[in-house]
């Protein structure tokens, strides 16, 4: 003989504003007694649960979420009249003061939907049964009250994307944010119990986000819990009581503090057998769609009134893209650009409140600042024999509870690749990304790379079209900017007009051609007092064929300088000059957008991504020393001209490549999901320019 199970079913508001008409409910009812089935109490589920009395007949339980006022007015009534009870779960800040009403009462019901944002945003609780009706269902009608949280409070779960705040908004949205404000952006929602969430925070008028802790969901949880249970305890007087999960959205944390709370079982969204053994903390219940008809209950019926069909018939909740860890792994030990960028996501993922670990060789240089920073190192010695570090990071993200793994430089690639191969062995699944830097052509396996992680994250959209171009299908390769986190005080510039040049002797970085365009300047202008500084050259004897004594004797060469020092070059100088034949974005261009430099720049890569010609710097074709000194020139004659293109550019920076844009980017990257539109936006340097 089978045996048995009980099943629970879910509703919300049962009124034709709602799509879910008083006829279709009675039509459900009707099914259940046509089939012998009885409704039974919390009580007598949590009994049959826990083994002390048996499932001697064939029992329904019948639930309803939020209690909207149509659940009095409609869903009431009907239970009555068939001797049929429900468990009514209340939202306690929802609960209004005043008398019982009727129908007449209430001269307009609104959606569930409607009747939430009028709660959330106008403290408009009259959709809802106010204290009277919920005592009276208990005293009156025979019906149960239960908890289901203070305020329903949902959260954006991840960074994917929905758009601007709008009406069409989820309607959880008007407990995130204070006010409407249609230029506030939007995420996907979850239950604020379950996820830690990522929360606005508002400074100078702008909006960033911050993911809460462990600890303060926690503290969130408790705090609501206790109220709730007070409010909730102080209508029923019930010796046990009950909890419903928003959304059927919980987690260990939050299970914790509702048993902490003094909650004897919960009800989730779950879908299994409910019998002898069945822990009372995990009710499974079956959600109750708007549409569905007395042919589909009563098919339920048949599946979730007996164990074996219940337990097939399973559907187990779990967190999906809960970002909140993340690695950063590089193989090089040099302080290179990309070296510099895995600083700068690091911090913007701290900022942002994700916990973050970094991999890295013992001789790195990165080890310093990332540890000054909050990041935890970890020293990996060996990154030549990848299978041996392959097994070493799967460790690691086992270990460390690593969400997203994020790869620098070519090597950190393959070992990421054949960790990701080990994970569907068995081992802690996880996203993993590669950045990349650089324009030229990728490693004729970048499309396979691709595939095996989630994708390769660039530094420009000309980057990302060099990829493409060689394979990458689109949706693997997005477009996040790179970011500078600079003092924020004003540059003090030197009394000396400054031109400097910040790369080094490679021919991809042009320093032949910015010094044979300071030779073509000084050859028509003095430029008298004015410095000409390159950052990164320390030997001009290899240019004497190419310009004259003089000039190479006017040009400091500094030679290779640390991070900090070329910052403060940069802050005092005041025209900045990138001559390279071959480029992505330089990190260095955005450390003199920063200082509010003016620049003068070849068209190389993804330049032109940021600077508009003529507005907030000058563009010059690849190898065009002429313009590239004339446009030096007209620099150094015109300061107010220089003033002007400096506030644009940090202007630019502030808004589009700060610490806190990268971590929104970044975060919506790791959050995305492959069926979704790659991220590949531009920063919209027109908006800031008013051209």
Not at 194 to 199: E, K, L, S
Not at 478 to 495: M, W
């Amino acid at each position: 003989m089978l045996g048995k199970s009980v099943p629970v079913f879910c509703y919300h508001a049962v009124c034709e504003e709602d799509g879910h008409s008083p006829a279709l409910f009675a039509s459900h009812l009707d099914a259940m007694l046509e089939m012998g089935f009885k409704t039974i109490t919390a009580d007598h589920l949590f009994e049959i649960c826990m083994g002390r009395k048996p499932i001697d007949d064939k029992y329904v339980v019948l639930t309803f979420d939020d209690c909207h006022i149509s659940n009095w007015i409609n869903a009431v009534p009907l239970l009555e009249e068939r001797g049929m009870t429900g468990i009514f779960f209340a939202v306690s800040d929802f609960i209004g003061s005043g008398k019982i009403r009727t129908e007449a009462d209430v001269p307009r019901m609104l959606s569930m939907r409607e009747s939430f944002i009028k709660a959330l945003s106008e403290n408009d609780t009259s959709q809802f049964m106010n204290e009277a009706e919920l005592k009276s269902l208990v005293r009156d009608k025979g019906m149960e009250v239960h908890a289901h949280t203070c305020r329903h409070q949902g959260c954006f779960k991840d960074f994917r994307s929905k758009g601007t705040f709008s009406l069409a908004s989820h309607w959880s949205t008007w407990g995130i944010y204070r006010k409407f404000n249609t230029e506030l952006p939007v995420f996907d929602n979850g239950s604020a119990f379950a996820y830690n969430g990522f929360w606005p925070v508002f400074r100078k008028g702008k909006v960033s986000f911050k993911r809460r802790s462990d600890e303060e969901r926690r503290a969130f949880c408790r705090k609501d819990f206790t109220r709730c249970l007070e409010k909730i305890s102080s209508i029923n007087n019930a010796r046990r009581q009950y909890f419903c999960w928003p959304w059927g959205h919980f987690d260990p944390l939050s299970m914790q503090e509702a048993a902490a709370a003094g909650f004897s079982g919960t009800f989730t969204l779950e879908r299994s057998a409910n019998m002898l053994g069945t822990d009372p903390m995990r009710f499974n219940r079956i959600g109750v769609g708007k549409e569905k008809d007395a042919a589909w209950i009563k098919k339920r019926l048949l599946m979730y009134s007996y164990e074996a069909p219940a337990m097939v018939c399973f559907k187990f909740f779990s967190k999906r893209n809960d970002i909140g860890r993340v690695l950063y792994i590089t193989d090089t030990g040099k302080l290179s650009g990309g070296s510099r960028q895995l600083i700068n996501s690091a911090k913007a993922m701290l900022i942002a409140g994700l916990e973050v670990v970094a991999v890295l060789p013992p001789e790195s240089g990165l080890i310093p600042e990332l540890k000054s920073m909050g990041v935890e190192v970890i020293i990996l010695d060996d990154f030549k024999n990848m299978l041996a570090a392959a097994g070493f990071l799967a460790e690691i993200i086992e270990e460390h509870h690593i969400d997203v793994v994020h790869t620098f430089h070519n090597r950190a690639i393959k070992i990421g690749c054949i960790t990701k191969g080990l994970s569907l062995l068995g081992g802690r699944n996880f996203k993993l990304f590669f950045n990349r830097g650089v324009i030229y052509k990728p490693n004729p396996l970048a499309p396979i790379f691709s595939l095996i992680g989630n994708g390769f994250i660039c530094n420009s959209a000309k980057g990302r079209e060099m990829l493409l171009k060689h394979g990458v299908p689109g949706k693997r390769a997005q477009v996040v900017y790179n970011s500078f986190a600079g003092g924020g005080r004003k540059p003090r510039r030197s009394v000396s007009t400054s031109v400097i040049y910040v790369g080094n002797s490679g021919h991809a970085k042009g320093p032949d051609v910015f010094i044979r365009a300071v030779d073509k300047l000084l050859s028509s202008q003095n430029c008298e007092g004015v410095r000409f500084i390159a950052v990164g050259l320390e030997n001009l004897s290899e240019y004497s064929s190419m310009a004259s004594p003089s000039t190479l004797e006017r040009i400091e060469c500094p030679g290779y300088i640390s991070h900090e020092e070329v910052v403060k070059l940069l802050a005092i100088s005041h025209i900045y000059v990138m001559s390279s034949r071959q480029e992505s974005i330089p990190n260095t261009l955005l450390e003199a957008f920063d200082a509010g430099l003016a620049t003068v720049c070849t068209d190389a890569g993804g330049t032109p991504e940021l600077i508009r010609d003529g507005i907030n710097g000058f563009l010059c074709k690849v190898e065009d020393v002429d313009a590239l000194a004339t446009a030096m020139g007209r620099l150094i004659e015109d300061g107010e001209l220089r003033k002007q293109m400096g506030r644009i550019n940090r202007k630019i920076v502030r808004t589009y490549l700060s610490s806190a844009a990268k971590a929104q980017a970044l975060l919506r990257v790791y959050c995305s999901l492959p069926k979704d539109e790659p991220l590949t936006e531009l920063p919209d340097i027109d908006a800031l320019t008013g051209k």
